[in-house]
């Protein structure tokens, strides 16, 4: 069990003074963000409606943890909201932030509108699938993702 109330957390918009930091929590999961482009690449996001940004903060510890959430819009499904990215730091997990974070968005997809919320995460995510069944997410299938350089 996590603990409800995590000391002295905090969670909030973000703004484009995080950037440094948000970059750095996002190389250590394996999703490098170079420095340069972080923030203009946070103010993007931060300047599109249809998008949240939020961190969690703890006065002994700095910026914690952030997430990533947007409108999808597609023909056959119609407006949808899903988590694009979601980070907890390393020394910070399993005390309930990275919960805080997904039950934000939630409230910020309600009053969007939304009547669920969806996630893609990597098989390799070891963590982050109990975490979204004990979260109340439900496995809905399995894809391969395919690109190509154009
Ligand atoms: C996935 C991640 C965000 C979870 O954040 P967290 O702050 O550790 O999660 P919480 O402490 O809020 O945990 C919520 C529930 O999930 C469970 N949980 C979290 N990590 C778990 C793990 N590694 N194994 C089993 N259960 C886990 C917790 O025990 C808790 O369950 P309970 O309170 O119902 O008993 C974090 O591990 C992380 O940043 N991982 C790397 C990035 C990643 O995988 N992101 C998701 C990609 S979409």
């Known amino acids: ?8 957390l905090i969670i909030r918009s973000a703004v484009a003074a995080d950037a440094a930091r948000i970059a750095e ?36 510890a700095g910026l914690v943890g952030w997430i990533h959430a947007a409108e999808q819009e597609r023909l056959e ?26 039950a934000r968005v939630e409230c910020w997809a309600s009053e969007h509108g939304f009547e669920e919320l969806s996630v893609r995460s990597n098989i390799i995510r070891t963590e982050s699938h109990p975490f979204y069944q004990r979260s109340g997410y439900t496995r809905a299938k399995t894809q391969h993702v395919y690109r190509k350089k154009i």
């Open 77 to 102: 499904a119609g407006r949808r909201c899903e988590i694009l990215g979601l980070i907890v730091a390393a020394g910070q997990r399993e005390q309930g932030i990275g919960r805080r974070l997904v």
């Open 1 to 8: 069990m996590t603990s409800s109330a995590v000391e002295g």
């Open 25 to 60: 929590l996002s190389g250590l999961l394996g999703y490098p963000i170079p420095q340069e482009a972080a923030v203009s690449r946070v103010e993007h996001v931060l300047a599109r409606s249809g998008h949240v940004l939020l961190v969690a903060e703890r006065p002994s």
